[in-house]
């Protein structure tokens, strides 16, 4: 029923403008890229850890930076443990503790990770960076 | 409702009511999407359609910003009352977007004038309502960095939803056009 082009002088024009305009493609590269780049902001590489805490019956002990290597004896309540930093990571190479859960625990890098001798008294914890949940509950 | 189908009756220009009731039924409609998108489950919380903002942009491109407010504060007011969240956080969120995606829409159409149509101006009045939501959400409820790893998929959504809302606005208005040069 309806003829656009018999009434030109309305108010709107009657020739239908197209759905999406120029202004809108532009419009939509734009938010598109912004979408993207909140993509990288907020998943990007989490941040890793930079230092190892080592505390004994909860003081601190010293911090080992993880960007130099090497293997540290930390004397605990029972014996030596040793602890080992190798390439930005670290962890228990040995305790003397019955069960070596500690060791167990492997390699640490995340910041926020952690690994404990309890028997030994040690926790080494690492530091720097972002930190990571070890749980999340809703 | 029926005072929706008095746009653009001349003699209606005369009354002073005229926006009231382009008000009314415009907030009517809006409310009506509001609560059933409220009845529908979603499978993220925060993520809805938000089809009522069709409304909102219709509204402003045909009838201006003061309508549009009044629109908008209408359906979240009356939406609120109704599906049960007034004065609840929820409420607060919502009067958030709302002023977000107003103040967006507002400022876009400003600069953008004609060049810009109702795809365009959805978008950004989506993702402006989506951030001002976050932002609210993030400083006042959950301040927790667990909630900036959802920003990505809000806003994903967001973009989406307001292309579609868009899109539906632009073919509504065209159809709105035409039937007002047939007449």
Redesign the interface.
Known sequence: ????G??AG?????D?????????I???LL??G??GA??G???GPRGEGETALVTVDRSVIRELSLDQDGVFEIEGRIGLSTVMVDGGRVRFLDSPCPGRYCVHSGWLHRSGEVAACLPNGIVVEVLGG?RE?DA?NL | MSASGQIGVDHARAACGRDDRLVAGFAALAIAIHILEAAFPSPLPGVKPGLANVITLIVYLRHGLRLAVWVAAMRVLVGSLLVGTFLSPTFLLSVTGAVAALSALAL?GTI?GQ??????LS??SS?AHMSGQISVAYLLFIPH??L??L??VL??AA?LF??VS??IA??VL?IL??????R
């Not at chain 1, 029923?1 to 656009?4: K, Q």
């Not at chain 1, 239908?16 to 809108?24: C, M, T, V």
């Not at chain 2, 060049?115 to 365009?120: L, Y």
């Open positions: 029923m309806a003829d656009p018999s009434q309305s108010e709107y024009p009657a239908p403008r197209p759905l999406i305009r120029g202004g809108d532009l419009i939509l938010a598109a912004l979408v909140s993509f902001a907020f998943w972002e949940f999340i | 876009v953008g060049r810009i149509g109702p795809v365009g978008v950004v993702l960095p667990a900036l790893k920003v990505p806003l994903t973009l307001g292309v868009g899109l632009a073919s065209q056009r035409r039937r007002e040069a047939a």
